[in-house]
């Protein structure tokens, strides 16, 4: 092993890389829209029995897949292709460009972050106004593409600096300092927000399942979210579970990593839905949901600035974080191919790829605005084909290519131990996840798709 490669000393430095891959805008900006994109409550039961099933068993197969070959996903699938021989070897690839355009459209809504960050900042020392922020800020968003790419490629270029000077650990001291501080802040503006009179409806909305609201697409965006937000599919979870020291139970790391981000899911629905909810002009099946409504509840507010503030700085650290992660798995493996090239060189030369691949989505709206697909935006598309199919497929894939190239012993080992409960029985599941539900599910989210755009 090379000498700068970093190794998990502690179980607690692998969960703050995994957990904060995990957490991100996924959590806190996707699902509350497609939650109100996908009628709700049914939704809601929808998703998390996905995530706590197939989401957990795929997360549990890549943690796996990392540890037992010691490698970043391209070279574990090489290895695996060597093995069985099948072209598996093509999967670490479509995970990587998968990668590389994730992380493009990633940076363009973390830009948005920034944005609403500089406005509450500006507010705060009186340059601007708050009741700006919330009337005009967005529109000026949308309008300009060039101003979007710019805030994009600002969020790039520190992540690549941060991965190119390998600098993370200085990030993360802050991020571990700040976490705590963004949590508190969710809670009381979760409480907040629940003390709004439009809080009995947003409980029924969010926990009264009414399973006609569910369309022919929702078990494809519920499986591509749970995807997405537990980072699956992407070859982030192999390259970090590379390094775990040996008695680590990658079930019990599994699963605490999907319920933790579930959970924070749900508390982002419970922040969102009640403001949204109390003012009838916002539309709760909109990508802008988060942006139009936390200025409009801060503005409300007393110190509205302040907190505006501290929360689209967290947001964005998060973000910023969950990018780090994203690139520096681009650059792990190929690290593993070009071991002779520099740290920095692949870190700039993946950048830049994928600030060029950024020009894409950032201008969808306006210089592509014309690209329409179904009535839908180049980064409508994007979130679509690249989140709801493309990632279950490979997480899929990738899940599949472990559990089939080694043996039983070697992943019953890695299951089953005397210091966890039930840990045999959860074995004989997740075996059954893996080889039947998980396949099922996917190609019934395909048959319904087809029928959709059939009838
Ligand atoms: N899981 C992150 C989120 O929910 C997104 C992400 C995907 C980050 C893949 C890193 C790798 O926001």
Sequence with gaps: MAAHTPRWTSKFGFYLIAVGSAFGLGNLWRFPYIVGENGGGAFIILYVLLSITVGCALLIAELMLGKTTHSSLLKATRLISNKV???????????????????????????????????????????????????????????????QFLLASVHIVISIVVVAQGVKEGLEKWLTRLM???????????????????????????????????????????IGHVCFTLSIGFGTIVTFSRYLEDEVHLPTIGFRITALDTVVSLVAALLIFPIAFQSSSLPVTDPMLLFEALPKFFNQMKGGEFFGLIFFLCLWLAALNASIGLLETLVANLKDFYPHMKRPVLSWASGGLVLFLTLIPALSGTVFKNFRLHDLSILQVMDVVIINWALPFSAFLIGLSFYYSFDEQVKSKLFISNKVIASEKLYADWNFLIKYVTPSVLILALVLQVIRLLV
């Design 180 to 222: 705590p501080i963004f949590a508190a802040l969710v809670v009381i503006l979760v409480v907040r927000a629940m003390s709004l009179p439009s809080r009995g409806d947003v409980l029924r909305f969010l926990f009264y399942p009414d399973f006609t609201k569910l369309t022919l697409n929702s078990l494809s965006y519920a």
């Design 85 to 147: 021989k099948l072209p598996t070897h093509w999967l670490g690839r479509v995970a990587m460009a998968l990668s590389f355009l994730v992380l493009a459209y990633y940076s363009v809504i973390s830009g948005w972050v920034i944005h609403f960050f500089t406005q509450f900042l500006m507010s705060l020392v009186k340059i601007g106004d708050l009741s700006q922020v919330e009337s005009q800020s967005l529109s000026v968003l949308i309008g300009n593409g060039w101003l």
